[in-house]
């Protein structure tokens, strides 16, 4: 059918470029240790955007078992729309280069039955409920599974055509603990393949399990100011302030406390890539949502801006090149996005350490204000270590300014981690506790 | 798509594969978005899609969704095979059989308003948003037309038919490397008259006036100060401190801090805090939920005593209770879920006047900021979008945006006065895995909290 719309398209006297999705998801949830709701969800569509006049209309359709004639009442109605549109046209990707990431897809997640899906789901709430029996009712268990597939396809007037299917897969954990206190922890990592389950179940609920009991314990701790060690999960909401100031329209229309590529914006032991071509990675896709390959672009290196991330039509705005930063879905028109997140820097050793303040998360990040900078979160877990003694905290804030955060960066650590799309080691930084 | 058909359908597949209770919604959707930002119109679209969500439960729910309508009967086919296939052991609150067609009527449907129009009014907007200080300004407007058809295996058959509208636009004001902005939304579910009645002259100005003003504010304090919240503060304040924990699912699976609390007194007995979808004309209201049952009024809160949960058909069987209209999905591609409506605290006898010559030393904090709520720790934060130093009663020196925290259990304890100047019109999205538009409010609220200033 596709082939059937891209000949409609090539017989009109315009500028045309389609995105196609389609997709399945599954997923099963597990409340206190029983498996309560599943579900198996499909989806398909195309985006179309039209070129015409230097104007640009979009629209698009549910499904992709359309016949002929609806196909051209969809071309017809977004041509339509290019001519009454007042969005200026900035063309259309003209790379045609191919890049392949490796390891997006696996066929066993793609081919996996329902019910084998459930039994891996049964043995998660197997062995919540092994824990629920050893510990006692002071605790609740709940977590699940996700998996899902999509081949996402673009074509366009300038003779792209490319297509890429991707497999995903997600476990998350949850654990409450009730008396006196309360306290909880969590667990949630996402894959591109098909991961070992009983080891990856076991992984889990250990750190969940660990988190639970320093959350039980902690307490708010008084005030303090001074070197904190912020672990890999509160790194990524810190940076996640940061990020909007280096997308290429927030530059181009001034929501961006950055302009000039070469400043100074950060501490020398700061280093920033976006990168989607990282092989396995959640965030990462061999072309993005205008058909551009993917790349990797270094956005802050030792403290200097070193780039900003564009989709086409701010490249073309800001005499850039595309980095491979538009992100959609058939829905939606490309807008700017980030991909995987590395944090990097000048690399010591953060493990194992005598004595430190220690924030493990924080939460609350989209209150933060990203044009000034300031932010005030609440601190949900972090742990002071005395004499090599972990006490845990809970329920202060952590408030600062990210533009000056990022420049009282000490150093970062040796071991990244995943949080998302983000990539994070530990990070040494001057800060404050509320 | 012919809808008796899928009824049939749907009727003779419960009986082949032994599924004792199911739903379907059948969803119709249009939607308008424009935005435009520095008189760069970046989106203009008009979309219209049709989709198909179906539940079928045996002990425990099976859930599919399609959004090609070629898959209809297939995903219905689907739902119960995943119902048979859980074997759970859940309980689902069953009613009587409601046929009823119900509609939020608009005065002026923007369905008949040209999408050249409301281009126009979005350039209208930006227009007055120029200034020269001013280096950004963003203007969005979206409506959306909700067509529903629900209908269970109880005999259920309800259409509904929901319009809801939404502008806002924001301003960013730049002085030397220090940059501030400030936004304002407008909405409601009705039609083109609730952007036609907003003063559009007076709001740009305020917000222009607002952001400017920002970049000479000062940093806020830090630690635990008196605070006055303005109603638009109030409303996420009770969203985030009560709202969610009194979600019957969050109760049901041991998460809340509120589980076993039902009847016990948690806050000051002037506090009553409501959840309210039949307001009319608000974001967050709609007539029946996605589980086809009807909206009501609850009292989360009634005189500082927990009086009842948000509840769905699931969790109110769990608890042996009424559901109470509160099961609600993003689209017809999610399953329900507990979800909150329009929530605010009820009005008391406190003027402003009276509840700032309270304040020795504290913060009058203005405007909403989002939040975010830890329910297992019983934890909370939300940020205001500015704010007053109080000193002996008087407002001094105008502060930049700062977020604030507590803990719920003692934070509604801490209330100290509540005002009598109720204001519910502050719109916006709600998060839980999926987002639901909503609504919240109260009048001036004084209470206790930790405040994460820079200073």
Same mark, same amino acid.
């Given at each position: 059918?596709?082939?059937?719309?891209?000949?409609?398209?090539?017989?009109?006297?315009?500028?045309?470029?389609?995105?196609?999705?389609?997709?399945?998801? =599954?997923?099963?949830?597990?409340?206190?240790?029983?498996?309560?709701?599943?579900?198996?969800?499909?989806? =398909? @569509?195309?985006? +179309?955007?039209?070129?015409?006049?230097?104007?640009?209309?979009?629209?698009?359709?549910?499904?992709?078992?359309?016949?002929?004639?609806?196909?051209?009442?969809?071309?017809?109605?977004?041509?339509? +729309?290019?001519?009454?549109?007042?969005?200026?046209?900035?063309?259309?990707?003209?790379?045609?280069?191919?890049?392949?990431?490796?390891?997006?897809?696996?066929?066993?997640?793609?081919?996996?039955?329902?019910?084998?899906?459930?039994?891996?789901?049964?043995?998660?709430?197997?062995?919540?409920?092994?824990?629920?029996?050893? +510990?006692?009712? &002071?605790?609740?268990?709940? @977590?699940?599974?996700?998996?899902?597939?999509?081949?996402? @396809?673009?074509?366009?007037?300038?003779?792209?055509?490319?297509?890429?299917?991707?497999?995903?897969?997600?476990?998350?954990?949850?654990?409450?603990?009730?008396? &006196?206190?309360?306290?909880?922890?969590?667990?949630?990592?996402?894959?591109?393949?098909?991961?070992?389950?009983?080891?990856?179940? =076991?992984?889990?609920?250990?750190?969940?399990?660990?988190?639970?009991?320093?959350?039980?314990?902690?307490?708010?701790?008084?005030?303090?100011? @001074?070197?904190?060690?912020?672990?890999?999960?509160?790194?990524? =909401?810190?940076?996640?302030?940061?990020?909007?100031?280096?997308?290429?329209?927030?530059?181009?229309?001034?929501?961006s406390r950055f302009s000039k590529i070469g400043d100074s914006i950060a501490s020398e032991s700061f280093t920033l890539i976006d990168d989607a071509t990282l092989e396995g990675k959640l965030g990462s896709y061999s072309f993005d949502g205008e058909g551009n390959p993917s790349q990797r672009t270094v956005l802050i290196e030792d403290g200097i801006l070193k780039g900003f991330l564009f989709d086409e039509a701010y490249a073309k705005l800001m005499n850039a090149k595309s980095t491979g930063n538009a992100v959609r879905d058939f829905r939606t028109v490309p807008h700017i996005g980030n991909s995987n997140v590395i944090i990097d820097g000048k690399r010591e050793n953060l493990e194992d350490l005598e004595k430190a303040v220690v924030v493990k998360r924080v939460f609350g990040e989209h209150t933060a204000n990203p044009l000034s900078g300031d932010f005030s979160l609440t601190i949900e877990l972090g742990y002071l270590i005395e004499n090599g003694e972990v006490k845990p905290f809970k329920d202060n804030m952590f408030a600062g300014n990210i533009f000056e955060l990022i420049n009282l960066i000490i150093n970062v650590g040796k071991e990244k981690e995943e949080v998302g799309s983000f990539l994070s080691p530990r990070v040494l930084i001057l800060g404050k506790i509320i | 798509m012919n809808i008796d058909r899928l009824i049939k359908k749907a009727e003779e597949l419960a009986g082949r594969y032994g599924v004792t209770y199911y739903e379907v919604r059948v969803v119709k959707i249009s939607v308008a978005h424009l935005e435009m930002q520095n008189s760069h119109l970046e989106e203009i679209s008009s979309n219209m899609e049709i989709g198909i969500g179906v539940r079928a439960f045996q002990g425990a729910w099976g859930f599919s969704s399609a959004n090609d309508i070629g898959r209809a009967e297939k995903a219905i086919e689907t739902a119960m095979k995943i119902a048979k296939l859980m074997k759970g052991s859940s309980k689902v609150y069953l009613n009587d059989p409601i046929k009823d067609r119900a509609e939020i009527k608009a005065k002026k449907p923007f369905i008949n308003v040209d999408l050249d129009e409301k281009l126009e009014l979005v350039k209208t907007v930006d227009k007055f948003l120029e200034d020269n200080d001013i280096v950004n300004r963003k203007v969005s407007y979206g409506d959306g037309l909700k067509w529903q058809f629900y209908f269970n295996s109880l005999g259920s058959e309800i259409e509904t038919i929901i319009p809801r509208i939404r502008l806002s636009f924001s301003a960013t004001a730049k002085k030397g490397n220090e940059m501030q902005s400030y936004w304002k939304i407008f909405g409601g579910t009705g039609g083109w008259e609730i952007v036609e009645d907003v003063d559009l002259e007076y709001w740009t100005a305020f917000v222009k006036e607002k952001s400017k003003s920002l970049l000479n504010a000062q940093l806020p304090p830090s630690g635990e100060f008196d605070v006055i919240m303005d109603p638009e503060l109030a409303g996420v304040f009770i969203h985030e401190a009560l709202g969610h924990a009194s979600e019957g699912d969050a109760i049901k699976n041991g998460e809340s801090i509120l589980e076993g609390k039902l009847g016990e007194k948690i806050a000051v007995e002037e506090l009553t805090v409501v959840d309210d979808p039949t307001l009319e004309g608000k974001f967050g209201s709609y007539i029946y939920d996605d589980e086809g049952v009807k909206a009501r009024r609850v009292e989360i809160i009634k005189d500082g005593v927990l009086n009842e949960y948000l509840l769905d058909r699931e969790t109110a069987a769990y608890f042996d209770m009424e559901?109470?209209?509160?099961?609600?999905?993003?689209?017809?591609?999610?399953?329900?879920?507990?979800?909150?409506?329009?929530?605010?605290?009820?009005?008391?006898?406190?003027?402003?006047?009276?509840?700032?010559?309270?304040?020795?030393?504290?913060?009058?904090?203005?405007?909403?900021?989002?939040?975010?709520?830890?329910?297992?720790?019983?934890?909370?934060?939300?940020?205001?979008?500015?704010?007053?130093?109080?000193?002996?009663?008087?407002?001094?020196?105008?502060?930049?945006?700062?977020?604030?925290?507590?803990?719920?259990?003692?934070?509604?304890?801490?209330?100290?006065?509540?005002?009598?100047?109720?204001?519910?019109?502050?719109?916006?999205?709600?998060?839980?895995?999926?987002?639901?538009?909503?609504?919240d409010g109260g009048p001036h609220v004084l209470t206790r909290a930790l405040v994460g200033g820079l200073l």
């Open positions: 059918m596709i082939d059937e719309l891209i000949k409609i398209l090539n017989h009109k006297d315009i500028e045309w470029e389609i995105y196609w999705e389609i997709g399945r998801g =599954s997923s099963f949830k597990i409340e206190r240790c029983e498996l309560v709701r599943a579900q198996r969800k499909y989806h =398909s @569509g195309i985006g +179309l955007r039209v070129g015409y006049k230097g104007k640009v209309g979009f629209s698009y359709i549910t499904g992709i078992n359309h016949d002929k004639t609806s196909l051209e009442r969809f071309v017809n109605r977004t041509i339509k +729309l290019a001519k009454v549109s007042e969005v200026p046209f900035y063309g259309f990707s003209t790379n045609n280069k191919n890049r392949k990431v490796k390891s997006l897809y696996d066929r066993k997640i793609e081919e996996m039955s329902f019910d084998d899906a459930y039994s891996i789901a049964l043995l998660l709430t197997e062995k919540e409920r092994e824990l629920k029996e050893r +510990l006692g009712v &002071e605790y609740a268990f709940s @977590g699940g599974i996700a998996f899902g597939m999509s081949t996402d @396809g673009i074509a366009n007037s300038n003779g792209i055509e490319k297509i890429e299917k991707t497999t995903g897969m997600s476990v998350n954990i949850h654990i409450v603990k009730r008396a &006196e206190k309360s306290g909880s922890g969590s667990y949630y990592r996402g894959f591109r393949l098909m991961p070992d389950f009983g080891k990856e179940f =076991s992984v889990g609920l250990e750190r969940a399990l660990e988190e639970v009991e320093l959350s039980y314990s902690a307490k708010k701790i008084n005030g303090y100011h @001074g070197e904190i060690i912020l672990e890999p999960h509160a790194v990524a =909401s810190l940076v996640s302030i940061l990020m909007s100031n280096l997308y290429g329209d927030n530059v181009y229309h001034k929501r | 559901p109470n209209g509160h099961g609600r999905a993003q689209s017809y591609n999610y399953q329900p879920l507990v979800r909150m409506s329009n929530t605010y605290i009820e009005p008391r006898d406190w003027s402003f006047e009276e509840m700032l010559s309270e304040v020795k030393r504290g913060l009058y904090l203005i405007g909403d900021k989002g939040g975010e709520v830890d329910i297992a720790n019983g934890t909370f934060m939300f940020g205001a979008k500015e704010g007053y130093l109080i000193e002996n009663g008087e407002i001094k020196a105008h502060i930049r945006d700062v977020a604030l925290s507590g803990k719920i259990l003692d934070v509604l304890k801490n209330i100290r006065a509540i005002g009598k100047d109720l204001k519910v019109e502050f719109p916006g999205y709600c998060g839980k895995g999926q987002w639901v538009p909503v609504d």
